[in-house]
């Protein structure tokens, strides 16, 4: 059983990703070799178009075009998945762990659509699936929630886990730009992609938030799940409300447990300033977990990039061929638990921060106020001002105490029905 | 060999953690139970005086006071020893080894000190030695080193780990206090012991560091290799100037790898206040590596505490439970390299901040400058101000480049000879 002689490795996918995997394979073999105790032998690569041009060295009597070449060969323990997407890669996974393979994947999408599934699957058929590059490139989350962080109950998770977005709203705070300019920015710097709909809507963060969700609270939380909602309706203005009333505008993906149920949602939200999580520019990510033993911890780091994704990669990779090369196949596995209460977006409680367009005469605020309070909505603070003298409308800016969305959300209808209100410009949640 | 009915348990020490780690063995019995595979059974708890009033509940006829009873105990699996300090944990620890018991440490002392031996000596009998808890408290370090970054080749850690220097820094930057008057208030608060000794003067932060640079580069750093620097030089000036230059300082513990030789020092120093690190404030840790792959990582969160530490603790223990139930005995072992080469402090490059009183005359810069060039001392940035008449003092700050840290000194040494030097006040090491 001990002291296999190599550890033989299929490849699936030769993207960015995937050539920085081979680079680190190449270029960090000895070190490999000495931590796993016995070679990686990487035998096969899947692409689509052999004969495209890449970065990456690779013997072309390597790649193949055929998944059943990775499929069928006796010699490869571990598949590396890097296809992205969910067709076909989700099929290729399911296939290779039924035919005993290991599988290393950073594919979000299926991990957040089928998690659960698969990991039953790997079980059944003694084998691991491991997914530390699925969220946070090289941030260390994974391994965290499924170790370290095991003895706690876990009842919240904030996290900015998407850069493009990240970067897009640093842009807006730090330097007034809108919108439309900072995505623009982001493109052209290669941070955000030609269509940028599933980052800047929040699926992509959607997708890594099911997954932290499910390890924080070991329940199946699938993307579906997620609440989500984009971040386009940002203007300079509310960077500009959120800086003086001492708060941060950030796109967060929040897990909450409470009362037995789960909420998962990913939206803009005022974080206070003093908050380290707030403080978070750029491509960065972060999580923040509070634990009922370990109090609050922050994980920091690149969310992205082929280096700091392989970084994962390869430490699963690792972990794995020891595993491989000792014999030892009765690792404890991650179940996921398939009962889970979740609460609907109806019913969240947080504090609102309400903009809008009013007419600059006495009483309006009156009427307002008798709406929100009806719907048991405290206001906890007043900005007017900005009045424009030509239209004769002045800017309202109102800050809850926490309400439920639900009564929230019946508020505003009411309150845009107002002759006296000319325009609900944005509302965002506040969370501390 | 599966299947083990239950995991018998020794705790060696019943003080603050030790009562931690009692109470949420007791409140979380079911969970882990369900996360092991069976249950953990308490069986012995070393104490000095076991009728000295407890808050831990733990039935009396489990206390001892011959550690023998532990030892000798053939049903005990697993050693947890939370005495802290070098005598008698030192041993006891080592005698557990040597009679085949797995340990977990919170002892940061004896891991700084004799980490690569105890290692060994577990490695030797066949059992694990597992220290969570001995950095960081409740954030997730030394697992993320020995798993989650081992693909990557760790250039540099910059670490904030010691809590109450860093609530004492904190007050002193945010409200401008002494450093007298913060540590008084940080000993009222509970924040620092009565003899904050080892705490003010980088004792406790060297051990800890020499824990996180044996584990970065994988070689055997002992707390005697790690200069140390205490905080106490520091005035309320040197804040108000570090503000006014873009820096905030911290007592930071740093290890380094350049040109196949390491660096660990623990020193206050100068951080760019748009760093992340430099926004961690109180009694929070944070601890940055900076990898090949993953680039920059900064992990966050409450480094002390008797829950905090008790989740580090339940983690390395349910960790080596589950391998015990279901008999895997060949978990890869950490094994240090004890070759290294350890740069001397004479020789690091870094820049400096000083800090003096000269007399208010003219000349006088010229004078300092010339001897700051002879050592090949380069000046970046030169403020003086505050004159005091009555005296004819004038204050100078002066920011150089990168120098080495000899020439540095003995630059320092040669200006504060001359006749119109009345006083080198400080000098701090600028990090980046």
């Known amino acids: 059983m001990k002291g296999k002689g190599s550890i033989g490795i299929g490849l699936m996918g030769l993207g960015v990703v995937g050539g920085g995997v081979v680079k680190a394979l190449q270029e960090k073999g000895e070190s490999l070799t000495k931590q796993v105790g016995c070679p990686l032998n990487l035998r096969r690569v899947l692409v689509r178009d052999p004969a495209k041009p890449r970065s990456a060295k690779v013997a072309p009597r390597l790649l193949t075009t055929e998944v059943e070449d990775i499929l069928s060969d006796p010699k490869i323990d571990i598949v590396i998945e890097v296809m992205g997407g969910e067709t076909p890669a989700l099929d290729y996974v399911r296939e290779a762990l039924s035919r005993g393979k290991h599988v290393v994947t950073a594919n979000k999408e299926i991990m957040a659509k089928h998690g ?132 941060i505008i950030k796109l967060l993906a929040i897990a909450k447990r409470e009362d037995g149920s789960i909420q998962v949602r990913v939206h803009p939200a005022f974080l206070p300033q003093g908050l380290l999580l707030a403080k978070v520019d750029g491509v960065f990510n972060a999580v923040q977990v509070d634990g009922d033993l370990t109090g609050r911890v922050l994980f920091y780091g690149r969310g992205a990039g082929a280096a700091p994704t392989s970084s994962a990669i390869l430490a699963d990779l690792i972990s794995l061929a020891q595993d491989i090369h000792l014999g030892i196949n009765t690792r404890p596995k991650l179940r996921l638990d398939p009962a889970r209460v979740l609460k609907p977006m109806a019913d969240i409680h947080t504090r609102y921060y309400l903009r809008m367009s009013v007419a600059d005469r006495p009483g309006v605020l009156a009427q307002i106020a008798k709406i929100l309070g009806d719907h048991l909505i405290s206001i906890a603070s007043v900005v007017q001002k900005e009045a424009d003298e030509k239209a004769q409308t002045a800017e309202l800016v109102i800050m809850t105490h926490p309400a439920r969305e639900q009564a929230v959300q019946e508020a505003l209808r009411k309150v845009e029905g107002l002759p006296v209100v000319e325009e609900i410009n944005n509302f965002v949640r506040v969370e501390a």
Chains 1, 2 share one sequence.
């Open 116 to 247: 659960r599934g698969l990991l039953n699957l790997a079980y059944e058929h003694g084998v691991d699936l491991l997914f530390e590059a699925s969220v946070g490139g090289g941030i260390p989350l994974i391994g965290p929630f499924k170790k370290d962080l095991m003895a706690n109950q876990v009842s919240t998770v904030y996290a900015i886990i998407n850069g493009t977005t990240n970067y897009i709203l640093t842009r807006m705070a730090n330097d007034g730009l809108d919108f439309a300019t900072a995505l623009r920015q982001a493109q052209e710097l290669g941070y955000a992609e030609p269509d940028p709909t599933n980052d800047i809507e929040g699926i992509d963060a959607a997708y890594k938030l099911a997954i932290l969700a499910s390890l924080a609270f070991r329940a199946d939380v699938r993307a579906d799940d997620v609440y989500h909602e984009g971040i386009s309706r940002l203007s300079a203005r509310d960077f500009r409300y959120a800086r003086e009333l001492g708060y």
